[in-house]
């Protein structure tokens, strides 16, 4: 018995050895791929090599299914060889779901392989990837959740915002059922985001109202907590400068703002959540701190507060720009573009079209480049280019405002097709969208229209509906405009002192702003009101700011037409001209942008 016990020990000591061996070669392997991979700059081609060298050694199968993902994630991730990426990702996938309790291997490999698919434009093998490993993953929360808010994503991108809401409510539940509040209300505010996409605004509210309880009674990782406190108010905030309430907004936005700063000086707690179902995270802090710049800038254009835009604009950019020098992340270049079609409005209202035109982005941002620069015809085409390109409501009302307004400068050569456009933006009737901003300016254009067909009571109705509305929710430019085109009515009706009332506030507020057309238009008001009413001290002074104006706005619009980027008005289909096509390297210019 003796000689056996010594004889199984001795055979036992040998396999130890044997497996303490094969671990060493192995772990020498793996050691050396991961020095090569974080080496600087990475020696991938080196790394590759050690991952490869592990298969000879016929190795046990959860090593090789481990080192076909860690081979498959690196050709992912660091090489353009998606085939061979593939390969090894198909082989990790197939491999785990022989092996029992191998979880990270399986789960992850299905979402790696997904991705690559996604990227081959192979969505329908994705969709049943990610579904298998959802319908098999349930007992590990994390991957569970992680795999739901994959195909959630996948279904958004290709604009199946239903079935991505239903597995956004599924997600919900199962952190609800695991005893993750956290999770279930990144869920539930992913959810209202889509459905702020969808303007299912009845089912919004409640959703947004259970959120903001789930938030607030939330206690777990401070900084985890504020996250999602700024999720929710950017919702909140989004969607009131959505239906363009800029005043109401402003409470949310303030909150907003001071949540930012609070997380800013939290510092990142290294400490992991008890619960696995918590190890998520919805932006970087950094990212967040660009986001709340752009709603900021948002909430400045359409309150009227240019200088205020253009200065978070440019904070936000610098940001970016220091961002973008270490993170990739699509989301930052999507900040970028919307970022530069706030500054490119923003610029041109100021009397800045030669830097705008640098930066525009064609179509609606011609459109408003070619206005601005009194090319009508090129302004109608690049408005009627933008008509065709989009589906979303508010920018179609938007854009179809601003079309109205090129035909009634243009006078009769497209009476029949205005008339159907005015009424398709009756702001009396069934007005397309809910937002108060653009009702406000369909309710502006009116005016303008009844006021170039000699309709001047009608005119006047029209701009103070225009002006109620754009006073209660601080709509300044659209004030400014209605009060000094309201001052030109009532000076060609002779009535000089009602006249005067609206025009010098409406000076003051454009002043305020700045916008130059608007100060364009009042000085000169100005100067024949003050003649007509035998006031010549202000009428002199009123003509010199006319003056002085007409050189800046005439300086500015010589050098934008000047410039070779001008000539992309003409360009409504197609590639872009070659000599504005994209180059390489970082840029915030239009060429990046087409």
């Known amino acids: 018995m003796a000689a056996q016990a010594a004889a199984a020990a001795q055979a036992a000591a040998a396999q130890a050895a044997q497996a303490e061996a094969a671990d060493s070669w192995y772990l020498a392997l793996l050691g050396f791929a991961e020095h090569f991979r974080t080496s600087s700059p990475p020696k991938i081609r080196l790394c590759v090599h050690c991952l490869q060298a592990v298969f000879p050694f016929k190795p046990p199968q959860r090593i090789e299914a481990r080192t076909h993902l860690q081979l498959g994630s690196v050709l992912y991730h660091h090489t353009k060889n ?27 490999a299905a979402s790696l392989l997904s991705e690559l698919y996604c990227q081959e434009n192979s969505v329908d093998a994705a969709k049943p990837l990610l579904r298998k490993a959802i319908q098999i993953s349930q007992q590990t929360p994390y991957w569970h959740c992680r795999l739901l808010f994959q195909l959630a994503q996948l279904h958004t991108l290709e604009k199946d915002l239903v079935s991505a809401c239903d597995l956004l409510g599924v997600g919900a539940e199962y952190a609800r059922v695991v005893g993750s509040e956290y999770t279930r209300a990144l869920f539930l505010l992913s959810k209202g985001m889509l459905l702020l996409m969808e303007r299912k605004l009845q089912e919004v509210h409640p959703l947004l109202t259970l959120c903001g309880q789930i938030v607030e009674n939330w ?55 008890s619960n696995p179902a918590d190890l998520f995270h919805w932006l970087p802090k950094e990212h967040m701190c660009v986001l709340v710049y752009l709603v900021t800038v948002m909430h400045s254009m359409q309150a009227g507060y240019l200088e205020k835009a253009q200065k978070y604009t440019d904070k936000a950019l610098m940001q970016l720009e220091k961002l973008k020098m270490l993170d990739c992340s699509p989301i930052l270049s999507s900040f970028q573009v919307i970022l530069l079609e706030h500054i490119i409005m923003c610029r041109l209202v100021t009397g800045h079209k030669a830097t705008a035109l640098q930066e525009v982005r064609l179509d609606a941002g011609g459109g408003l480049y070619c206005v601005s620069v009194n090319c009508m015809d090129n302004a109608e085409a690049q408005f009627t280019t933008a008509l065709r390109l989009t589906n979303h409501q508010e920018l179609w009302a938007f854009i179809v405002t601003n079309l109205a307004s090129v035909y009634i400068r243009e006078g009769n050569r497209h009476q029949e ?133 007409s050189q800046q706005l005439l300086q500015d619009h010589i050098e934008a037409c000047s410039l070779p980027e001008h000539n992309l008005i003409t360009w409504t289909d197609g590639p872009p001209p070659v000599q504005f096509q994209a180059q390489n390297g970082p840029n915030t210019s239009l060429a990046s942008l087409l």
């Open 219 to 273: 206690q777990g990782n401070p900084i985890q907590k504020e996250s999602l406190r700024v999720f929710f108010l950017v919702l909140q905030v989004t969607h009131y400068l959505d239906a363009g309430q800029v005043k109401s907004v402003k409470p949310c936005l303030k909150q907003l703002q001071q949540c930012i700063q609070t997380i800013s000086t939290l510092h990142d707690d290294e400490i992991l959540p």
């Open 82 to 108: 998606s085939e061979q990426a593939r390969s090894h990702l198909e082989k990790a996938v197939s491999a785990g779901r022989a092996i029992p309790q191998f979880e990270d291997v399986k789960f992850e």
């Open 417 to 549: 097709v205005l008339y159907s456009l005015l009424e398709r933006i009756n702001p009396d009737h069934s007005f397309p969208v809910s937002s108060h901003c653009l009702r406000a300016a369909a309710f502006y254009v009116r005016g303008l229209f009844s006021f170039f067909q000699g309709r001047y009571n009608e005119a006047k109705r029209f701009l103070r509906e225009t002006l109620k509305m754009s006073n209660a929710e601080d709509l300044n430019r659209l004030t400014a405009c209605s009060l000094v085109l309201l001052g030109h009515i009532f000076y060609v009706l002779g009535n000089h002192r009602e006249s005067n009332n609206m025009v010098v506030p409406a000076m003051q507020l454009a002043s305020k702003i700045p916008d130059m057309s608007v100060q364009l238009w009042s000085s000169a008001l100005l100067r024949d009101l003050n003649k007509a009413c035998g006031n010549a001290m202000d009428a002199h002074e009123a003509a010199q700011m006319h003056q002085n104006f």
